[in-house]
């Protein structure tokens, strides 16, 4: 398999010097917050006349709430000072807070160090009583994290260091000892310009090659080792695979770009992605697996991968699950319901079609096996498959 440069820590970033405490972001890190904002800022500019544009997303990540302002009102040449357009977005941003849901990995990773001992920090370009907002929403976060920075309590914010120094001073760390985990080029920039270790986790699709200066780049927090850094390993992995909470899709089979059969060789069973935009802003892109079932033939291993396919370069997010059985004939139209149960790895790039190939079928493979464990074969009697 060959990885993107951008996603492989180089022998001249490898870390030697002692990891102690890890320094988080909050939005577009541990919480989805993106999806949240685009659609208040949809409603919000419908007042004005105006159409919210995906293309300008990238502009406001990682910037502080003025920032953020700024960039939205001269954008769309909004008849209100930044000032004005805060008045007003954020209490409407404030009512959906409840409503932000935490990304994949996010509840693992503050468990896992929570019960490892290590001390994290929160450092966060929102206002502090913004951040504690959000975090009261989720069971268990606020007491993991020995201290809490908001954009509010700094002179600066990110791509300023100070936001971390001041973490890091606060858990009495030594900056150098600390792993910052950002999905922002600001905050990326912030945390070297810290002395501190930096993983990004890019929240914005196809971004991954702007984080040269990143210590590591992974996909999603699923894909962080922290034993790369001197911190405890996660003990969950098994066979290759990682169980995560299950998730449910069912939808009519449709045809898909025609090139599973006809280019893979491996005959995938589409599913009309627009019907699940929502549930795929959730759950980042990768190679899962669990089972499929089909009302009129019955349920079957599965494996599947969602995300952009890099090496046919796809300008939409898709989902392309393929049933681990060989079948006589196409089931177009017919009801499809998956139970997504672990995660394998995150999706890449392939110097070939016959190594693209070569990969999907290791996944196949690794999904069959794995999926007679009892940790994932007790979900192929899930009532939503049974019911289909």
């Not at 009261?136 to 954009?151: D, L, P």
């Not at 509010?152 to 890091?168: N, Q, T």
């Not at 999603?220 to 098994?238: A, I, M, V």
């Not at 079948?327 to 790895?345: C, K, P, Q």
Request: proline share 7%; with cysteine.
């Amino acid at each position: 398999m060959r990885v993107p440069s951008s996603w492989k820590m180089t022998a001249s970033k490898l870390v030697t010097r002692m990891i102690s405490h890890v320094i988080v972001d909050l939005d577009g890190t541990l919480l989805n917050t993106d999806g949240i904002v685009t659609e208040v800022l949809k409603e919000f500019l419908i007042k004005y006349g105006k159409k919210w544009n995906t293309k300008g997303v990238h502009k406001i990540v990682g910037k502080t709430p003025l920032e953020a302002a700024i960039v939205v009102v001269e954008d769309y040449g909004l008849p209100c000072t930044p000032e004005e357009f805060m008045s007003t977005f954020t209490p409407m941003f404030s009512d959906q807070l409840c409503n932000i849901k935490a990304l994949p990995g996010a509840n693992r990773l503050i468990k896992h160090l929570r019960n490892k001992g290590v001390p994290v920090g929160l450092a966060s370009n929102s206002p502090k009583s913004n951040i504690e907002a959000k975090i009261s929403y989720h069971h268990g976060w606020k007491g993991s994290f020995t201290a809490i920075v908001g954009g509010d309590e700094v002179v600066m914010g990110k791509p300023s260091p100070e936001i971390f120094l001041e973490a890091a001073r606060r858990m009495n760390a030594d900056p150098s000892n600390c792993l910052v985990i950002e999905d922002s080029l600001p905050g990326v920039m912030a945390g070297k310009a810290a002395g501190m270790v930096v993983v990004a986790v890019p929240s914005l699709p196809k971004q991954a090659t702007s984080f040269t200066s990143a210590d590591e780049v992974i996909n999603s927090l699923l894909d962080l080792r922290p034993e790369k850094w001197g911190l405890p390993q996660f003990e969950d992995w098994t066979e290759g695979t990682l169980p995560i909470e299950p998730w449910y899709i069912g939808g009519p089979v449709i045809k898909g770009f025609g090139r599973g059969s006809k280019v893979l060789g491996i005959p995938t069973a589409n599913l009309p992605a627009e019907n699940f935009s929502a549930l795929l802003s959730e759950h980042t892109s990768g190679v899962y697996f669990g089972w499929a079932a089909l009302a009129t033939r019955g349920i079957y291993k599965m494996v599947m991968s969602i995300g952009w396919n890099p090496y046919f370069d796809n300008t939409e997010k898709t989902i392309e699950p393929w049933l681990l059985h060989e079948f006589n004939e196409d089931f177009y139209g017919e009801e499809l319901r998956l139970a997504i149960v672990g995660y394998i790895r995150p999706e890449a790039n392939f110097p070939s079609l016959e190594s693209l190939i070569a990969r999907i079928h290791e996944d196949g493979r690794i999904a069959e096996k794995a999926l007679d464990l009892p940790i994932y074969a007790c979900y192929k009697d899930s009532p939503y498959l049974r019911n289909s």
